[in-house]
């Protein structure tokens, strides 16, 4: 049986315009349903992804001191940097063009997605085998000491691991299989923590526990996500699609590396200017504001392959622009509400010591809310091809966070921090809009 959500619009009658109106939003309702529906099942594996994490933080906190969760944050950082880079943004080629094949060419279908893992497999080994070269390099770039280097060398190995199972999660996602993508979300999140629990606090193998519960947790779910893209997986490669789809992503990949720039430089920057210590609280900090991820990041998991389903619908645009609406509404009261309980989660998640960060929780939350009404105005950029407009738009905010990181950060630690990054997603926002009205515009309530 199928498990995907979309529904069927009624076909439009003649009408007046006030009955044209009530049918507009009965099939606004009708495809919000389908939408919620799988936010509801993407929230869940969020949900239960940020609650462990929140039952770890705890653990970390008073197992490490605030340098070595500033050490385990810097790295992690690291990792989703080259982990984007060498991904190549291949998912997001995968996304636009699967669409287009009719539904019942499976061949193609297969080809585009077996393509698509035979090259990050072959990335994956290449980058195995070239990062033992640069492993200490890096450590005393990051850190001004090899001393980290072994820690580093492991968190490497997880980088082609990772490009893996995002691609086994970005696949079920494509598909429209919530609940397979629940399973492998899930999944790695249980073994990822249970893991780290027993290697940090039962063996005590202090920072490389973190890491060898990710590199475990990562190869279990991979053997998993390929199980259950065997259907469709093929022994095939296609040139055309890998063309296809590296014309599409390609232009996309500055793009990405400005997003990790705007969301991780500032601890870079802490870690330069002041200490790790002051990367542990900028961390903790960060934790606290994740958890309106809970409802932004579920709705990132539903939102492309849904805003690409419904667009040949009628009233399309009207549908986007009250999406947006709703939730810039949604978000901006739930940033409300944990910004009033935030002192209680800090006491909750950490000792005394790490209260330093309390005061830029609501700055973090803003920025949270932000980043998931640019996501949405994205849409414009993806239906016009013009992907290169993603990495002019970020670049131009990544040009304000930097500034903000060399004129605030240096001077106020996480204050400044938290405030570029601030800075440089309202410009991100901004500019998104700019950019929309001119390449597919849609008469956003904004």
Do not use: C
């Not at 080629?93 to 297969?110: F, H, K, L, S």
């Not at 330069?272 to 934790?287: H, I, N, Q, R």
């Not at 939350?365 to 009404?373: C, H, Y």
Request: zero cysteines.
């Amino acid at each position: 049986m199928s498990e995907s959500f979309e529904p069927e619009l009624p076909l439009r009658p003649e009408a007046s315009p006030e009955q044209d109106e009530k049918f507009f939003f009965s099939g606004f309702l009708r495809h919000m349903g389908g939408l919620s529906r799988e936010v509801i099942i993407y929230g869940l594996g969020g949900m239960a992804g940020q609650l462990m994490a929140f039952f770890i933080v705890p653990v970390l906190t008073r197992t490490f001191s605030i340098g070595e969760y500033g050490t385990v944050d810097l790295i992690n950082s690291t990792v989703n940097f080259f982990a984007l880079l060498l991904g190549l943004n291949l998912v997001a080629g995968m996304y636009r063009y699967y669409y287009e094949i009719p539904a019942g060419n499976t061949r193609e279908q297969g080809k585009l997605i077996s393509t698509t893992l035979l090259v990050f497999l072959v990335i994956a080994l290449a980058f195995t085998i070239l990062s033992n070269l640069f492993a200490g390099t890096l450590s005393t770039l990051i850190f001004k000491t090899k001393e980290n280097e072994s820690v580093l060398r492991l968190a490497l190995f997880i980088i082609p691991l990772h490009l893996v199972h995002k691609y086994f999660i970005g696949l079920q996602r494509i598909m429209r299989k919530p609940t397979r993508y629940l399973v492998l979300s899930l999944g790695y999140t249980v073994l990822y923590y249970g893991l780290t629990i027993l290697f940090v606090v039962v063996l005590k193998t202090g920072i490389k526990g973190v890491f060898t519960g990710q590199l475990i947790g990562y190869a279990v779910m991979n053997l998993v996500g390929l199980w259950m893209g065997r259907s469709i997986l093929i022994p095939a490669f296609s040139t055309e699609w890998l063309k296809k789809t590296l014309v599409y992503a390609l232009p996309l990949i500055p793009g990405s590396l400005i997003s990790w720039f705007l969301g991780n430089a500032n601890r870079f920057f802490l870690n330069s200017y002041a200490s790790v210590e002051e990367v542990g609280l900028y961390s903790l900090a960060s934790k606290v504001s994740v958890i309106i991820m809970l409802l932004i990041s579920a709705f990132q998991m539903a939102w492309p392959p849904f805003s690409l389903s419904i667009l040949h619908k009628p009233d399309v645009k009207k549908i986007y622009a009250l999406v947006l609406s709703y939730f810039m509404l949604a978000t901006v009261m739930l940033a409300g509400i944990l910004t009033l309980f935030s002192p209680e989660l800090f006491v909750i998640l950490a000792p005394p010591t790490y209260l330093a960060g309390l005061p830029i929780v609501t700055i973090l939350l803003l920025r949270q809310v932000i980043s998931g009404g640019t996501n949405i105005l994205g849409i414009s950029v993806i239906v016009s091809k013009k992907t290169i407009y993603t990495s002019y738009a970020l670049a131009i905010a990544a040009v304000v966070n930097l500034a903000g990181n060399l004129l605030l950060t240096s001077r106020y630690g996480v204050y400044g921090a938290a405030t570029s990054e601030l800075l440089g997603f309202v410009v991100s926002f901004i500019t998104y809009y700019l950019f929309a009205k001119q390449l597919y515009e849609v008469p956003w309530n904004i």
